[in-house]
């Protein structure tokens, strides 16, 4: 299984380092992507025009997408590491030892990062599927970048979703995170709830937890929400309450947030404040753009694009059994019958016993 990491680990070095040659400036972002530089590559791709003209038509979008990649957290090879030692770390949750691993070396704009990188991937591929039957192998490597960069993208979901991942790998939450004693740590509880509301209009969820939504709230970006409140008790007095926002439109779905701010998304002073003590702040959404299109959708990121990613790379590692079996891992843990990961089984995954 090592052997076989460490030629696919090679393979992927040899195509981001180039072949040498003079210190041109498409020569010297290589050499930057090598060392780990992804922000000074962001910046120089991104801004000079020149250097962009030296690697001819859209070929700059590949390197430019991988830096994104780097900057949100996990290089390329860092993402085959991590689902090869998951499915080695004896744990039946291979994915959530994924997703703890992710969620260890992400970086606050991880998803805005691994958004852009796909975005890169998808204009160097001009509209070529990556399911074509004839890909080059050029096309070939920059599928696999966006199938890796998708999958990164829901496995950094997942960990926005509780700040208690070990618990959830290892079903062992402590009695004060886990009012309802169902081995969940109780914000992932909330989490997977809030979700359930927004996605199935059902808001009694199991083993104690309720969510409802509360309230309309509109940002200074325009932007609406639905305000919702969950409960978590232990079937009689002790209640942890947990705050999430959902879209108000069709297909509707809890969104990924992080602290609590006003409506102009200025965060409280006091780091300890919550909406149940001052009325006014609300669960602060990662994404606060003024681009609706690009909502940050927890249903979207945990469902259409880990579809997208693991597919992907099944497709294109056929050579690499022991990954092509990691991956398959990661799918059927999620999906025991058909593969095809659902809403339904997402919200099954998060709240299995």
Not at 194 to 208: T, Y
Not at 229 to 253: I, N
Request: with cysteine.
């Amino acid at each position: 299984m090592k052997k076989s990491l460490i030629g696919f680990s090679a393979l992927i070095v040899m195509l981001l380092s180039g072949c040498g040659g003079e210190e041109t400036c498409r020569f010297d972002m290589q050499v930057s992507l090598d060392k780990g530089e992804f922000e000074r590559v962001v910046d120089r791709l991104e801004n000079d025009a020149s250097c962009r003209a030296e690697y001819g038509g859209d070929d700059y979008m590949v390197d430019l997408g991988v830096a994104y990649m780097g900057k949100a957290g996990l290089g390329v090879t860092d993402i085959i590491v991590a689902a090869s030692e998951s499915s080695e770390s004896g744990s039946s949750a291979t994915f959530g030892t994924f997703v703890n691993t992710v969620g260890a070396s992400r970086s606050d704009s991880a998803l805005q990062d691994l958004d852009r990188a796909v975005t890169n991937f998808e204009g160097y591929l001009a509209g070529t599927e990556c399911n074509s039957t004839t890909l080059t192998s050029g096309q070939k490597d920059v599928c696999l970048y966006q199938g890796l960069s998708d999958t990164m993208s829901a496995a950094v979901t997942f960990d926005y979703l509780t700040d208690d991942i070990d618990s959830w790998v290892e079903q062992n939450a402590s009695a004060e995170n886990d009012v309802n004693a169902n081995g969940n740590p109780d914000d992932l509880d909330a989490s997977a709830c809030a979700l359930q509301l927004a996605v199935l209009d059902n808001g009694v969820c199991a083993e104690n937890v309720t969510a409802t939504h509360e309230s309309n709230v509109t940002f200074s970006n325009g932007r609406s929400y639905g305000f919702v409140d969950v409960d978590v008790t232990d079937g009689a007095l002790a209640v942890e309450r947990f705050f999430h926002l959902m879209t108000l439109v069709d297909p509707k779905s809890t969104v990924i947030t992080e602290g609590y701010c006003t409506t102009d998304f200025v965060y409280a002073a006091d780091i300890n404040a919550t909406p149940d003590t001052n009325a006014s702040l609300y669960p602060c959404p990662v994404d606060q753009s003024d681009d609706p299109a690009n909502e940050l959708s927890v249903a979207d990121l945990l469902v259409s694009t880990l579809n997208d990613g693991l597919d992907t790379i099944l497709a294109l590692v056929g050579g690499d059994e022991q990954l092509q079996a990691d991956i398959t891992a990661f799918v059927t843990e999620i999906s025991p019958d058909d593969g095809n990961i659902t809403i339904t089984e997402i919200l099954d995954y998060l709240n299995q016993p």
